[in-house]
């Protein structure tokens, strides 16, 4: 790797938490991670929006560790490191072009903000030996925009979450009160790098933002707001995905004290609120079925594809 890339684990700052530590030397900071890049999964992923998965799925790698950390976690295997096998940069680059083999209609790269210098490094690589699919950057938001900048012209589509608009919130549930400041700059910084959502013909993004915001049960007003935010800011240049698929996990119900978590989205809310981002103009927007909040949709991470 890029002596100037590996340095940025030395004194880490890639993400909002400004940890400070050497991972060079094996420190962790709160994404959990030193600079040895680990993965739990790498496989093709029907289950995203349909311009993500389209007909042969999307080529996901899930990277182990997470910076944010929210109590209602749906990967907790993987955001807390349990499951985490390192790869060499080689390999992922490897890994790349074997799920190009298996038909993946693109490269989605599932929480990788805290590798972001062998992120930048492995897709360096790939466009240069002739990878030539769509790069899916799949994140919780929570972005520096100087780490995001190490990504122009790398990354051709971001699929940010859009999690909380009051710190408030942010606070409670992930620990991070900038997060709704931090997302809103990290969005402005992938909406400048990659321009107004393109789909080519067959309904695939080529470019842009899509942004997801996962509804929470008794959220509603601040899901509101978020809508609201989004459309007033980027209209139909950029996608948005509203999503009902909200699991209350045994893990944070039984350990967590969030009884207001123990519960599925209420599906007359979500559909109020969907008629809300529809009377604001929304034209660009996916939105879930009933039934979708279920375990299944959480793949295996059982170092598939590794
Ligand atoms: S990437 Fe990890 S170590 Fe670096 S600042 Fe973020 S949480 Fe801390």
């Not at 074997?98 to 790939?126: D, Q, S």
């Not at 799949?138 to 979450?161: A, F, I």
């Not at 279920?294 to 590794?306: A, N």
Request: some cysteine; glycine content about 8%.
């Amino acid at each position: 790797m890029d002596f100037n890339l590996k340095k940025l684990y030395e004194h880490c700052t890639l993400c909002p938490r400004m940890c400070g530590v050497n991972r060079l030397k094996g420190e962790r900071g709160v994404c959990g991670c030193d600079a040895g890049l680990t993965a739990a999964r790498a496989a093709l992923h029907p289950w995203e929006e349909p311009c993500i998965s389209g007909e042969g799925g999307s080529g996901t790698v899930f990277f182990s560790g997470c910076s944010l950390k929210c109590v209602y976690c749906q990967n907790i295997s993987i955001s807390r490191c349990e499951t985490a096998k390192e790869i060499s940069l080689t390999r992922l680059v490897e890994i790349f072009f074997e799920l190009k083999e298996k038909g993946a209609e693109n490269i989605n790269l599932v929480t990788p903000t805290h590798f972001i210098p062998h992120i930048a490094a492995a897709l360096r690589e790939a466009k240069t030996q002739g990878l030539g699919l769509t790069v899916v950057y799949n994140t919780g938001g929570y972005e520096r925009v100087r780490s995001l900048k190490l990504l122009e012209g790398l990354v051709d589509v971001y699929l940010p979450d859009f999690k909380y608009m009051s710190a408030e919130t942010a606070y409670k549930y992930s620990a991070a009160e900038d997060y709704p400041e931090a997302a809103k700059a990290a969005i402005a910084e992938m909406y400048r790098q990659t321009g107004e959502a393109q789909l080519d013909e067959r309904g695939m993004m080529k470019k842009g933002v899509l942004i997801r915001h996962l509804v929470l049960p008794n959220f509603v007003e601040e899901s509101r707001k978020i809508i609201a935010f989004l459309l007033e800011t980027y209209g139909d240049k950029v996608y948005i995905s509203i999503m009902s698929q909200f699991t209350p996990l045994k893990s944070f119900v039984e350990e967590g004290g969030f009884p207001e978590l123990s519960v599925k989205t209420d599906r007359r809310e979500y559909d109020a609120l969907i008629d809300y981002a529809l009377e604001l103009g929304a034209e660009n927007a996916f939105i879930q079925e009933e039934d979708v909040a279920d375990e299944s949709f959480i793949p295996p991470f059982d170092y598939e594809g590794l």
